[in-house]
């Protein structure tokens, strides 16, 4: 019997509020990426939850409160208590499990880097709902939760595969590069995944490999989370 579908998707958030490098220079979630796809799984009637590597408080990224990424989506989300509140408690991944869900989808931030890809409850999260035949989508940074995920048969998810996220040209133009702990458009690569990128740095660009989806960056984060609905409609059809 074909999984019956939950209309339930897991967003994933970070718990890192600094660089490793500079512990002064803030860093966190990217809070459009998060509010972009919050807001088109919800319109399209799916239930979420927010999980993070350890549960609890998810911090903010300065630099996504101006412009242009605090649009208002990000501003609706960050004048909600209600919504706020929604990071100061996340779950962690031992308190879901990957059956309640149709898709996981990797939020960004530069803080990811450092915490999502050593997660071994996402790793197990992730692997799970793509063997049982869900979506796993990354966009912009979240594609580090991928580094380290593998199958059951111990092949990389992500090798062979077409992919984006966050380009090292991005790193070098938004200023960071020193700061980041690697270059993940290199580590993808290295694990055999297909990567591609917009032509344009920082313009919406994604890739859809069967039931994995990716976008490039803050600005492919709406596209991202649609491209993922039109495949939950189509693996539901």
Not at 66 to 78: C, E, I, L, Q, R
Not at 127 to 132: A, G, L, M, S, T
Not at 138 to 146: D, E, K, M, R, T
Not at 167 to 186: D, F
Request: net charge negative; charged share 25%; aromatic share 10%.
């Amino acid at each position: 019997m074909a999984k019956q579908p939950t209309r339930r998707i897991l967003q994933v958030v970070t718990n890192v509020p600094a660089y490793e490098s500079d512990p002064t220079h803030p860093t966190g979630l990217w809070l459009s990426e998060l509010t972009h796809s919050y807001d088109e799984f919800e319109a399209a009637g799916y239930e979420q939850d927010i999980v993070s590597p350890l549960g609890g408080f998810s911090p903010l990224e300065p630099r996504s409160l101006k412009f242009p990424t605090y649009d208002a989506s990000a501003k609706a989300w960050h004048n909600n208590p209600e919504r706020m509140e929604l990071l100061k408690h996340t779950k962690a991944p031992s308190e879901v499990r990957a059956e309640d869900y149709d898709a996981i989808f990797f939020t960004g931030g530069h803080a990811v880097m450092y915490d999502f890809p050593g997660s071994e409850g996402l790793q197990e999260l992730t692997r799970d709902i793509f063997e049982q035949g869900g979506v796993v989508a990354a966009v912009c940074h979240g594609y580090c939760g991928l580094l380290e995920v593998e199958l059951s048969d111990g092949k990389p998810l992500v090798q062979g595969r077409d992919i984006t996220g966050f380009s090292w040209r991005e790193e070098v133009l938004a200023g960071v590069a020193k700061l980041v702990p690697y270059n993940v458009e290199q580590r993808v690569k290295d694990l055999g995944a297909n990567y591609s990128k917009a032509l344009i740095p920082f313009t919406s660009y994604t890739q859809v490999d069967g039931r994995l989806v990716t976008g490039q960056n803050p600005g492919s984060a709406k596209a991202t989370a649609k491209k993922t609905l039109e495949v939950l409609d189509h693996i539901a059809s």
